[in-house]
Antibody, heavy 119, light 107 residues
Framework: EVQLLESGGGLVQPGGSLRLSCAAS????????MSWVREAPGKGLEWVSS????????YYADSVKGRFTISRDTSRNTLYLQMNSLRAEDTALYFC????????????WGQGTLVTVSS | EIVLTQSPATLSLSPGERATLSCRAS??????LAWYQQKRGQAPRLLIY???SRATGIPARFSGSGSGTDFTLTISSLEPEDFAVYYC?????????FGGGTKVEIK
């Protein structure tokens, strides 16, 4: 059974940084691309970033490009999202998602970790 | 960026009724479109991918159709557990984008 467990969320001041982690199990982590998707309070889903299975290719939404960095550690079966220069509009529930094999659809999701950016 | 417009925003129906949800893309996404269901307080769940393929474990009452710019998710007979928010998502072009969602509520 696929399990994705996010951690690292919390309250941070504008301009601050956080690193989110997603511990994966139940599948061959190194074979799948992975993604982060967020849901702001009262809003819909917004794709944030994706990383290829090898980690060699990354993609970002324009809203986070230059501020967020996605990475993965195959030895730890863990996905990361380093978030810098945080803004109030980054406040959201951040989901880690496993991508469908060779396709950027999200076939398994974690329960999310809440990031609140406020002074 | 490809914009996905979902309609209606809210659909009020009774259990047993048929639900028809629409997703329109600002440019062609071929058949690279998925549908997700999200219940309150839960993570989304993949229902349909590549416009018409059901994901693993998804009941046959859920079906998807369309290609190019116009797509439809149909729930043939609503069960109580189907009342939720539904999102479409395209993977034809970066950035990946979601529609704004359709809430299916109990009438």
């Amino acid at each position: 059974e696929v399990q994705l467990l996010e951690s690292g969320g919390g309250l941070v001041q504008p301009g601050g940084s956080l690193r989110l982690s997603c511990a994966a199990s139940g599948f061959t982590f190194s074979s799948y691309s992975m993604s982060w998707v967020r849901e702001a309070p009262g809003k819909g889903l917004e794709w944030v970033s994706s990383i290829s299975s090898s980690g060699g290719t990354t993609y970002y939404a324009d809203s986070v490009k230059g501020r967020f960095t996605i990475s993965r550690d195959t030895s730890r079966n863990t996905l990361y999202l380093q978030m810098n220069s945080l803004r109030a509009e980054d406040t959201a529930l951040y989901f880690c998602a496993k991508d469908q094999y060779l396709a950027y659809y999200f076939d398994s999701w974690g329960q999310g970790t809440l990031v609140t950016v406020s002074s | 960026e490809i914009v996905l417009t979902q309609s209606p925003a809210t659909l009020s129906l009774s259990p047993g009724e048929r639900a028809t949800l629409s997703c329109r893309a600002s440019q062609s996404v071929s058949s690279y479109l998925a549908w997700y269901q999200q219940k309150r307080g839960q993570a989304p769940r993949l229902l349909i991918y590549d416009a018409s393929s059901r994901a693993t474990g998804i009941p046959a009452r859920f079906s998807g159709s369309g290609s190019g710019t116009d797509f439809t998710l149909t729930i043939s007979s609503l069960e109580p557990e189907d009342f939720a928010v539904y999102y479409c998502q395209q993977r034809d072009n970066w950035p990946l984008t979601f529609g704004g969602g359709t809430k299916v509520e109990i009438k």
